[in-house]
C-alpha cells in the first residue's frame, strides 16, 4: 500500500453560504505527482490552501506527515509549512524586491544560514530553472513564463518535503507549458519530494501525473493512476477528458 504524505478525510468547506467542499476526501501518495482537475471554481485551489493550513475545513481533518493541522497551534503551523512550497497561480513575488531577492525571502526568515549561503542557495536555485541571469532583475522585468519559474524557485528553495503548484500553466503558450511541466517532474526528483498540481491542461497532466484526482460539485468522484483516468467510466470523467458539450456535466 502506498504511503501518503498528506490527506483530506471528509472535509466540508464553506465561504459564506456557499459550499465548497463537502465531505472531500483526497489521499496525496508520498513522492508522486498527484494532479487535481476539475470545472473552473470547483474549489480545487481551496485544496491547496488547505494542505498548506492556509484555511481551515469547517469540519472534516488535513493531515500532513500523519499529524492533524488543523488544530496546531501558529508556532508549529509555521514549522510546518517550512516543509511544504508554494507556487501560486500568478507566482505572487514582491515587486519591490529583485527575483533572487524574492527566492531567498524565506531562507532569511526561516534559516541560520549566512547572507553568503543563501545568495549560493538562491543562485543555484534559480539556475535549476534556467533564471540564473535574472538574480538581479525585478519581476516587472519578466515574461510571464519566466515568473512563473521564479515562483516555482521561491517554492522550493527551502528544500520542501511537498510542493503546491496552483495552476502553472495557465494562459501560457504550449512552448512554454511543457518547459515548465518538465521543470516540475525534474524538481520533484532532484528534491525527492511529492507534488500536488492544480491543472487544466490535459497534455500537461498526462506528461507529469502519476495520480489525478477529479473535483465534482464538492467531492473527489474519481482517484487514481492516471492511465486508470483517462480510461474511467464515470461519464462525468470522460465529459471532461473529452472536453465535450454532452454529458451529465451541467453547461
Known amino acids: 500500500m ?31 505527482i498527484t494532479c487535481i482537475i476539475g470545472l473552473s471554481g470547483a474549489g480545487k485551489s481551496t485544496i ?18 500523519e499529524r492533524d493541522i488543523c488544530h496546531l497551534p501558529e508556532s508549529e503551523l509555521v514549522a510546518m509549512r517550512s516543509e511544504i512550497g508554494f507556487a501560486f497561480q500568478f507566482a505572487a513575488l514582491l515587486d519591490s524586491l529583485s ?13 541560520s544560514l549566512t ?30 513564463g519566466m515568473l512563473k519559474r521564479a515562483g516555482f524557485a521561491r517554492a522550493v528553495v527551502t ?9 502553472p500553466t495557465t494562459g501560457l503558450d504550449p512552448i512554454v507549458t511543457h518547459l515548465l511541466t518538465d521543470i516540475i517532474k525534474r524538481l520533484r526528483e532532484q528534491l525527492n519530494a511529492t507534488a500536488v498540481v492544480i491543472s ?12 489525478v484526482a477529479m473535483l465534482f460539485e464538492g ?7 492516471v492511465h486508470e483516468i483517462r480510461r474511467s467510466a464515470n461519464p462525468i470523467v470522460q465529459q471532461f477528458l473529452q472536453g465535450s458539450e454532452v454529458g451529465p456535466i451541467p453547461l
Open 48 to 65: 491547496l490552501r488547505l494542505l498548506d493550513a492556509l484555511r481551515k475545513p469547517d469540519s472534516g481533518h488535513v493531515y500532513v506527515k
Open 99 to 111: 527575483v533572487g531577492e524574492n527566492v531567498a525571502l524565506a531562507l532569511r526568515e526561516h534559516s
Open 115 to 144: 547572507n553568503a549561503q543563501i545568495e549560493r542557495r538562491a543562485l543555484d536555485t534559480l539556475e535549476s530553472v534556467g533564471l540564473a541571469h535574472t538574480y538581479d532583475l525585478l519581476p516587472s522585468e519578466l515574461s510571464g
Open 200 to 211: 487544466h491542461d490535459l497534455h500537461s497532466i498526462y506528461r507529469m501525473a502519476d495520480y
Open 219 to 225: 467531492a473527489i468522484i474519481e482517484y487514481g493512476p
Open 2 to 32: 502506498a504511503k501518503l504524505i498528506a490527506k483530506l478525510d471528509d472535509v466540508t468547506m464553506r465561504y459564506g453560504e456557499r459550499v465548497i467542499l463537502e465531505n472531500c476526501t483526497l489521499d496525496v501518495v508520498e513522492g508522486a
Open 159 to 167: 528544500n520542501p518535503e511537498l510542493v503546491l503548484f496552483d495552476e
